[in-house]
C-alpha cells in the first residue's frame, strides 16, 4: 500500500494549469514539523516536499489559505518515470485538528 498522511502547510504554490489531457493540476511545496518518539527518545522531525493536486481536488487547493495548517492525504510517485525524485500526490485534504 502507497498512502502518505500527515500535517503541514503550504509554502509555495503555482498557478492552476492543465495537462495536454485537459486535466487540471496544482503543484505546490508542503512544509511539516512535528516531535515523534524513536528508540524511547524524542526527535525533531521536519521535511519540505513537492506536492500535486489534479483533477477536482486541484480546484479546492488552488483556494486554500497558505501557511494555515492542513491534514493532508495522498501517495508518494517519482516525479516522472526516469527520475528518482518523489513527488507526494494530494488525494484530499481538509483543517487539521
Keep these: 500500500m502507497n498512502q ?10 503555482d498557478i492552476l494549469r492543465y495537462s495536454p489531457a485537459g486535466v487540471p493540476i496544482v503543484s505546490a511545496t508542503l512544509a511539516h ?15 519540505e516536499i513537492t506536492a500535486l493536486a489534479a483533477g477536482e481536488i486541484s480546484g479546492r ?4 489559505e497558505l501557511g494555515a495548517a ?8 517519482r516525479k516522472n518515470r526516469n527520475s528518482k525524485a518523489l513527488v507526494f500526490h494530494i488525494i484530499d ?3 487539521a485538528a
Design 4 to 13: 502518505f498522511q500527515f500535517t503541514g502547510t503550504i509554502l509555495e504554490r
Design 33 to 47: 514539523s512535528s516531535q515523534q518518539v524513536e528508540a524511547g527518545g524524542t526527535r525533531l522531525v521536519e521535511f
Design 61 to 64: 487547493f488552488s483556494r486554500a
Design 70 to 77: 492542513l491534514q493532508f492525504t495522498g501517495f508518494l510517485a
Design 93 to 95: 485534504f481538509s483543517a
